[in-house]
C-alpha cells in the first residue's frame, strides 16, 4: 500500500514541518482566498502581521514576492517560486525570506486543499534541507505557532466570501 502523499521518510522528517487544520469554508473559496492577491493579503502570516504583496504570478514558474510586516515593525521580505499548481487541490513552491538583513530561510512548501463538503481540510507541508535549518525556524521564528495562526486567520477571511 502506498503512503499518503504528505507523509515522509524518517530522514524527511527531521526536516519538515506539517500543519493541518479543517477549515469551515468550502475548497472553492479557500483556493480563491490563496491565490487572489487582494485575498491572500488578508490574511498571510501570524497573528498582529500585516502583508505587502508585490509580485504574485500563480502558475508553474510564476513568482509571489510579499514582505510580511510583524507588529514589532520588523520587516520579513519573503520571494517564492512556484512549482506545481493544481486547481484546487494544491499549490508547491520554492520559498526564501525572513528578517531584513539576516540570511534567508529557504525550504520547499507544498500546500493541499482537501474538500470535506462545505469544509476544507488545508494541509502545509514545509521541506527544509537540514534538521537545523527546520529547527532554526522553528525556534527563531514560531513557525509551527505562525503556521496554525495563519491557517485560523485563512479561515476567518475565506468565511467571508462567497
Given at each position: 500500500m502506498?503512503?499518503?502523499e504528505n507523509k515522509r521518510t524518517q530522514s524527511q522528517a527531521e526536516r519538515?514541518?506539517?500543519?493541518e487544520r479543517i477549515l469551515d469554508a468550502p475548497r472553492e473559496l479557500v483556493w480563491k482566498a490563496w491565490t487572489d492577491p487582494a485575498?491572500?493579503?488578508?490574511w498571510w502570516g501570524p497573528t498582529g502581521f500585516t502583508t505587502t504583496i508585490e509580485q504574485m504570478d500563480v502558475r508553474p514558474g510564476g513568482a509571489f514576492k510579499q514582505v510580511m510586516h510583524g507588529p514589532d515593525g520588523t520587516d520579513y521580505?519573503?520571494?517564492?517560486?512556484?512549482?506545481?499548481?493544481?486547481?484546487?487541490?494544491?499549490?508547491?513552491?520554492?520559498?526564501?525570506?525572513?528578517?531584513a538583513g539576516d540570511t534567508a530561510t529557504r525550504f520547499e512548501a507544498r500546500w493541499t486543499f482537501e474538500a470535506?463538503?462545505?469544509?476544507?481540510?488545508?494541509?502545509?507541508?514545509?521541506?527544509?534541507?537540514?534538521?537545523?535549518d527546520r529547527d532554526h525556524v522553528v525556534k527563531d521564528y514560531g513557525a509551527i505557532e505562525g503556521g496554525h495562526q495563519t491557517l485560523q486567520r485563512l479561515?476567518?477571511?475565506?468565511?467571508?466570501?462567497?
Amino acid at each position: 500500500m502506498a503512503a499518503k502523499e504528505n507523509k515522509r521518510t524518517q530522514s524527511q522528517a527531521e526536516r519538515q514541518i506539517l500543519i493541518e487544520r479543517i477549515l469551515d469554508a468550502p475548497r472553492e473559496l479557500v483556493w480563491k482566498a490563496w491565490t487572489d492577491p487582494a485575498h491572500l493579503a488578508q490574511w498571510w502570516g501570524p497573528t498582529g502581521f500585516t502583508t505587502t504583496i508585490e509580485q504574485m504570478d500563480v502558475r508553474p514558474g510564476g513568482a509571489f514576492k510579499q514582505v510580511m510586516h510583524g507588529p514589532d515593525g520588523t520587516d520579513y521580505p519573503n520571494t517564492s517560486v512556484f512549482i506545481e499548481v493544481v486547481k484546487p487541490e494544491r499549490i508547491v513552491y520554492t520559498h526564501e525570506g525572513g528578517r531584513a538583513g539576516d540570511t534567508a530561510t529557504r525550504f520547499e512548501a507544498r500546500w493541499t486543499f482537501e474538500a470535506l463538503g462545505e469544509k476544507t481540510r488545508v494541509t502545509i507541508d514545509m521541506l527544509f534541507s537540514t534538521a537545523a535549518d527546520r529547527d532554526h525556524v522553528v525556534k527563531d521564528y514560531g513557525a509551527i505557532e505562525g503556521g496554525h495562526q495563519t491557517l485560523q486567520r485563512l479561515e476567518r477571511h475565506a468565511g467571508t466570501l462567497s
